[in-house]
């Protein structure tokens, strides 16, 4: 057994014994709580129901049991308990992967990588701008030959990522084979600090700003504040904002960005079990003088519900797309002294107008289904790369929300 666990495990199960021999004050330290006293689960009888039920996995269990997953369970189990699957544990590894993905920054080389199973064949499918990789050289649909001097088809590439994530490579060599080079050729690249780019625009025809927000992290109100701007440079008349299969994300950062467009006023309010109210308001400064579209569909979740639930209360854009997915709550994050941590809903959230919209959604203005007939979309990336023509008759959604903008372009200038 983890000596740290067993120490966890008989304190927690001898809670009468720990009384006796060290005090109440001190299993109150250890545990936060006063044995058989008040409305606590942790409490001598089921600490030692626990270590029951380990003794008898330890005694009789056909595999072998590593004790720290053992333990990690018993905690996942408590809040599985609740029955949300907004809330959970996460393990010490677990919250530094959480916190990546909501910092929207980890350290890597900047590339997704793709591996067919049959072959082991590694393709890069993305290269990040402004990464080691790209500034090695490294272009999507490239083939990563070799990394060091072993063939990269005998390894695996989630492997390869968590190595290089969690700092065991100093610098790593990549073999590339490039479509049209008849020689491979080899990178030196050093892990670094690699902002995710979730936040992506273009200039459409007859001036229209087209951007897209994959997600709501640390870094997108910066990316969509660039993005925004050299849109406007470039005379931008009317904006079309893609919030479709956005999964959400940090509620600083939907309010940092909108308020970047939004008039003064409120853009969302949150109210606790106990009624307690918390407002995120905007200063008004910079608010949006063109006409807007937001596209939206039902994977829009959580965050990207709160912008376009404000732009839509505000009345400063039309919503296009379909329902959206209807989470109206929020997750706090709790962290533990041990580098753990756990996530509990601990509010629901309102609209400007006071509609809490968990478990309906917020309707569009003009709603357009995706076609039965037509393949899911993945991500708006997809096809917001073809060129202008190829986009919009792929995309019906897109195609209604440029009619619908260029409409609105033509009213402000009459």
Known sequence: MNSNTKIWLSGFAGGAAVVLALGIGSFYIQYGTLPFVGDSVVTGETGEKAAKIERIIENNYLEDVDEKTLAEGMYAGMMASLGDKYSGYYSEDDYKKLKESSEGKYTGIGLVMEQNRETGKITVAQCYAGSPA??????????????????????????????????GTKEIELT?????????????????????PVVSSRMLENSVGYLQIAEFTDGTSEQFRTAYQELQVENMKGMIIDLRNNPGGLLDA???TLDQILPEGLIVYTEDKYGKREEHT?????????????????????????????????????????TTFGKGIVQKIYTLSDGSAVKLTVSKYYTPNGINIHGTGIEPDIKVEWPEDQEELVSPSEVNELSFAEWIQKDNQMKRAWEVIISMVAEEEE
């Open 282 to 322: 905007c200063e008004g400064e910079t608010p949006i003088e063109i006409p807007l579209v937001v596209l939206v569909n039902g994977e829009s979740a959580s965050a990207a519900e709160i912008f376009a639930g404000a732009v839509k209360d505000h009345g400063i854009a039309e919503l296009v797309g379909t």
């Open 254 to 256: 939907v309010c940092d």
């Open 134 to 167: 790209a500034e090695a050289g490294i272009q999507a649909g490239d083939e990563i030959y070799k990394i060091g001097e072993q063939l990269a088809a005998e390894l695996d590439v989630t492997d390869i990522s968590n190595q290089i994530r969690n700092g």
């Open 176 to 196: 590339i084979k490039r479509e049209g080079l008849e020689e491979t050729f080899t990178v030196t690249i050093v892990p670094d600090t690699v902002e995710i």
